[in-house]
């Protein structure tokens, strides 16, 4: 059934597509290189509020910040609860960062 993402099914295909990135891109991607460091974010509640008027929503995401957030995340306490809407987002938005090295003409591989 489509309609049920099974988290089994997520780390799968997370596996996969990093097993790809470390491919294309090597194990460590110097940031310093990426000429790129801001980015437009919608946030959550505008995204998924289709009836709300998305310009009011747009706002500036920094890639920088979302890796030392993800370098904070693993120095915590084991039994440190993460704020998962807030971790999730800083994943995001690394994750859509490889994605747009990736895309034709950006040719972060050179950077």
């Not at 706002?59 to 915590?76: K, N, W």
């Not at 609860?81 to 994750?95: E, I, R, S, T």
Request: proline share 4%; net charge negative.
């Amino acid at each position: 059934m489509t309609d049920v993402l099974k988290v089994q099914d997520l780390r799968r295909v997370c596996g996969v597509l990093l097993d790809m990135v470390e491919e294309r891109f090597g194990t460590e991607i110097d940031l310093s290189r990426v000429d790129v460091d801001l980015y437009w974010n919608v946030d959550l509640g505008t995204a998924f509020d289709l009836r709300d008027v998305p310009e009011l929503g747009i706002d500036v995401g920094q890639c920088s910040d979302d890796v030392a957030e993800l370098h904070a995340l693993l120095r915590r306490p084991a039994d440190h609860v993460p704020a998962l809407w807030h971790d999730l987002q800083h994943l995001a938005g690394v994750l859509r960062l490889l994605a747009y090295l990736d895309l034709p003409g950006v040719n972060a591989s050179e950077s």
